[in-house]
């Protein structure tokens, strides 16, 4: 009688991994020959033969049979793999009550492959009521031997976000480098991350800029993505807009949808690319097409100027509005420019009041800006100097060169502020230092 020895490492859920021996001590005649005298043991092996294709033909359906009969007798081994069948639609529909439900026995039992399931299925809410307090438990329990590369990455997950233990980045950041090492792609990506902000580790943004590099290269369209921005903005590596522009296309083209609005955006400005409005709004397109609130707003841009499409300004504004879900300042302030000058909607200076104040609220430059020409015109809202100085000086704080020159207007005419000369020429100054050119006409009329 022939022994076959199984080795249970080449299945998986997601990116799971497993290793646990199995010594089955019958062949596949002997195990037929069992079953047919009613050996629920035997059903359980040979089921587990059908799953994997071992010494005999792969049968799904064969498999989900044998296991569900198995099962009866109790033992981990068949409620573990019929618990798989179950969650993954293995000879049957996908059911991740039932499989909660095997996989529960199962892990009741000790059988170690069930932990990670659990856990898994607690995190996400798999078929039982999402409670990351219960998926720490069992995720902990199945990275005792420190195999289970996806436990290792959601714990590490809990920790980093405080989700059913307390939250310790240094602890994340232990368990995100032990799945890094085993080649956990995502994992390996937040690695970077924290040593490039520091979280957990000691900031060290030139590893961070290696770690993307390596994934990048391996073709991971995240760490591309990362790694442009890396480039973007000189972190760990010299600033380098052409750099940038390779790395975002390379992940853009890969389906990374926050690259592709980026890539568009690189082709509107010609930043490390020959400026091309047409490939622009091709991106821009594409990454609208997923519902990109970046790239909404941008297309707009395109339509209110004619950029890469014809001129649109009804298009536009119901770019902007679809931008301005998450209430995105840049879209509401677009939005306020259209209702301001009733191009594709209605003219009206209230709501365009109204929706520059909500910009404003959350610090966005223009929208403080154009609000306070608002309140010295009263335009939309009672004419107000105190208040237009107020968010001027919000605006101007930021280097808003408009800001500085409406605040020097406020300054020479003493609107909202005791008349000062000397104050308004700094502030003219300030402004014409930043390209203001009325700025600049007002400075050569003082000196």
Known sequence: MKKLAFILSLFSISIFTFAQQVEISEDIETLEEMVKQGSLEAMGKLGYCYLTGTNIDKNEKEAFKLLNNASKSGDAFSNFYLGKCHYEGIGTSKKYSKAFGYMSHAAQQNFEQAYSYLGRMYYFGEGVTKNKKEAVKWLKKAIEDEKDIESLYLLASCYDKGEGILKNEAKSFEYFEKAADKGHVQARIEQAYA???????????????????????????????????????????????????????????????????????????????????????????????????????????????????????????????????????????????????????KLNMRTSAQLLFKA????????????????????????????????????????????????????????????????????????????????????????
């Open 195 to 345: 040593y490039k902000i520091g979280k957990g580790v000691q900031q060290n943004t030139a590893k961070a800029v290696e770690l993307y590099s390596i994934i990048a290269k391996e073709g991971d369209k995240d760490a591309a993505y990362f790694l442009a921005s890396c480039y973007e903005n000189g972190d760990g590596v010299a600033q380098s807009n052409s750099s940038a522009f390779q790395w975002y296309l390379q992940a853009a083209e890969k389906g990374n949808i926050e690259a592709q609005n980026k890539v568009g955006e690189y082709y509107y400005k010609g930043l490390g690319t020959n400026q091309n409005y047409d490939n622009a709004f091709s991106w821009f397109s594409k990454a609208a097409d997923a519902a990109n609130l970046q790239a909404f707003n941008n297309l707009g841009n395109c339509y209110y100027n004619g950029h890469g499409t014809k001129l649109d300004y009804k298009k536009a504004f119901a770019n902007y509005v679809k931008a301005s879900k998450d209430d995105m300042p840049e879209a509401l302030y677009n939005q306020a420019v259209c209702y301001s000058k009733g191009q594709g909607v």
């Open 360 to 447: 404003a609220q959350v610090e966005y430059a223009p929208a403080q800006n154009l609000l306070a020409t608002y309140y010295i015109n009263g335009t939309g809202v009672d004419r107000d100097y105190k208040k237009a100085i107020i968010w001027l000086e919000f605006a101007s704080n930021q280097g808003n060169a408009d800001a500085f020159y409406n605040l020097a207007n406020c300054y020479a005419k003493g609107l909202g502020v005791q008349k000062d000369k000397t104050k308004a020429s700094n502030l003219y100054s300030r402004a014409a230092e930043l390209g203001h050119e009325e700025a600049k006409k007002e400075l050569k009329k003082v000196q």
